[in-house]
């Protein structure tokens, strides 16, 4: 390679050589270029020409491949007619992109016997073009919006590529991928146009964000971006298959950046946040004024961080305090792109059910989080609130400690003694003697009349509610077979914990969002296994000589 510190008359030389060799001809065999100077990146055509007939083959292109990378090549047949005598011609279009900079030599190419002569080129870099007050074609500007950040928190690179010629809608870019950091583009490309040196360039935008996952130096490499430059066609040459342009690609710079560790003022058993802006938010749907015993509130926490991912924020305190039963949802995660990058929002939602009337008290929320714009230690909080429960009447037992009242005495003619006591004996044993007798007449167990549905009904609606997976469906059939057995809903749970477990689950998908994904199946499990009453009772008691009214 020739450098460029060489004498002008010998560069003129050099130049007029260049030109002379864009058509070089060898027996037959002629090898030329379409350009003689291009810029770094861009890349240049030869044209391989034989019209010897009696050159049979292929050309050995084998010694393009140090100083050049062929990105294609393509054979034209001619066959043309002069005077009645025909002609053919056979050429092979290679398209090369320089290795190196500076002044590059097209070696000789062999076919058969033969061989073309060396072809000179001048390959321009970005700085000499700019120190020529000329820009490339095809360029690519990489810039960050900080030199150094804290780890895990957010860096924006910037990617912008000019170009002043157009370009076919095949272009391409190298994915941006760094094991040590987390990559998220922000938004799609943007496309406007730019002047620059009086020179109108068409400007593609791209912006990511990137989270170093370790403290230290962190490399952010090259892209290559790749494009095919529309051009008009040099020679008559036609193809079907040929598209009139030229593939470009060029590479950005790669960037360093400083990546600090966490501060050890930071609290050591608190999630790292370093953002540029941090808020949190709370909302009650109905409002918490007015709740008795019993009602479902939801209570909505959404915690917003500027510069941070949504996978990044952890998760809020829960309620679980005494006097409210919680059901909390699936936490709702999101992120929005604006100017500043990435905003990342988490909301979670819990269903509150008091359980006793009073004052049930709230704590108070906090997070500490790392500011990157004052580069200081801030705290976030919520406010302590208070919740007043009233009393709900209709969740309470009616009790009276009122004696019962007497029964008037009523006055009438005194009965004498002996014939009160006759008059009592014989009506009973009347009584007594008709009902033995009507006993006989009747079999062992009488059926009984059902003015409602039977047990056995309110099972297998239980049954298939359960199966159903319908919390609402699943409540009534709960209801109605529970007015049937001889113990309340609460006593058998009380006595049987799976029983328990199972109630609050309905419950919880009841007073949740997430009644969607509710089983029965542990449900239904519970109470087909229920122990019977006798079996957890007093040992003292006598087993019943009548066969069971639900057999299993």
Sequence with gaps: MIRHRLSLPFTLLLTLLALFSLSAQAAGFSARVDRVQLSEGETVELTLESDDITLFGKPDLSPLNELFEQLGTRQLNQISSNNGNAHSTTSWVITLQPKQTGYVVIPPIQLGDVSSQPITLHVLTAASQKAQGKLAPVFIEASLDQDNVYVQAQAILTLRIYHSVSLYDDSSLTPLQMTNARIEQLGEPRTYEKLLNGVRHGVIELRYGIFPQQSGELTIPALQFSATVASARQNNDFSP??????????????????????????????????????????????????????????????????????????????????????????????????????????????????????T???????LPWWNTQTDTLEHLSLPARQLEVAANPGLESPTSNEPPALLPAIEGPPLWPWQLACAVLASTTLLGFGLWWRARRQPAIAAASQTGPSPRTL???????????????TRQALDAWARQQPETLADLAARFLPLSAALDGLNGALYSETGQHWQGEDLWRAIRTLPAAESVGSSAQEPSPLPPLYPR
């Design 360 to 366: 049930v008290d709230l704590p108070a929320i906090e």
């Design 459 to 473: 099972l297998d609606d239980l049954k298939r509610a359960c199966q159903s997976n319908e919390p609402q469906a």
């Design 241 to 358: 298959f040929d598209r009139p342009g030229r593939p470009t690609r060029v590479n950005s710079a790669p960037i360093n950046l400083q990546v600090k560790a966490k501060p050890a003022q930071y609290p050591a058993d608190a999630a790292w946040l370093p953002a540029r802006a941090l808020t949190l938010s709370e909302d009650w749907s109905p409002q918490p004024d007015k709740v008795k015993v019993g009602d479902s509130l939801t209570r909505i926490l959404k915690l917003n961080a500027e510069g941070l991912s949504s996978a990044q924020l952890p998760p809020l305190p829960s309620s679980s305090i005494a006097g409210l039963r919680n059901y909390p949802d699936q936490p709702q995660l999101s992120n929005q792109i604006n100017e500043q990058g990435l905003l990342g929002s988490r909301e979670e939602r819990e269903a509150l059910v008091p359980n006793r009337s009073g």
